[in-house]
């Protein structure tokens, strides 16, 4: 069982990506998932995340208003939209599925489901 991650790569800034995270074994099922990202030397700090039922959202402060967590469930798929990048929004991103627990959580320890992780870098 793992989650395959799609999307990442280099773009100016200013522009958009769109990351995806697929389920290969209905990992997703009840669970809520959630966008983290890691700059080199800096730990792993929460991006954004979606209940099971996509009705609660939390994003980073650093993030609001730019970037969208969404979830196609009968797809077993779940997205970011980033729009509007920033220099500082480069780093591996890394989509995760929560223990079998409806609600997110912001702690990475929370997630037991990791993608491989996808390189987003933004040129200046």
């Known amino acids: 069982v793992q989650l395959v991650e799609s999307g990442g790569g280099l773009v100016q800034a200013g522009g958009s990506l769109r990351l995806s995270c697929a389920d290969s074994g209905r990992t997703l099922f009840s669970r809520a998932v959630a966008w983290f990202r890691q700059a080199p030397g800096k730990e792993r700090a929460i991006v954004a995340a979606i209940s099971w039922s996509g009705d609660s959202t939390f994003y980073a402060d650093s993030v609001k208003g730019r970037f969208t967590i969404s979830r196609d469930n009968p797809k077993n798929t779940f997205y970011l939209q980033m729009n509007s990048l920033k220099p500082e929004d480069t780093a591996v991103y890394y989509c995760?599925?929560?223990?079998?627990?409806?609600?997110?959580?912001?702690?990475?320890?929370?997630?037991?489901?990791w993608g491989q992780g996808t390189q987003v870098t933004v040129s200046s």
């Open positions: 995760g599925a929560r223990f079998p627990v409806t609600d997110y959580d912001t702690r990475a320890s929370e997630y037991d489901y």
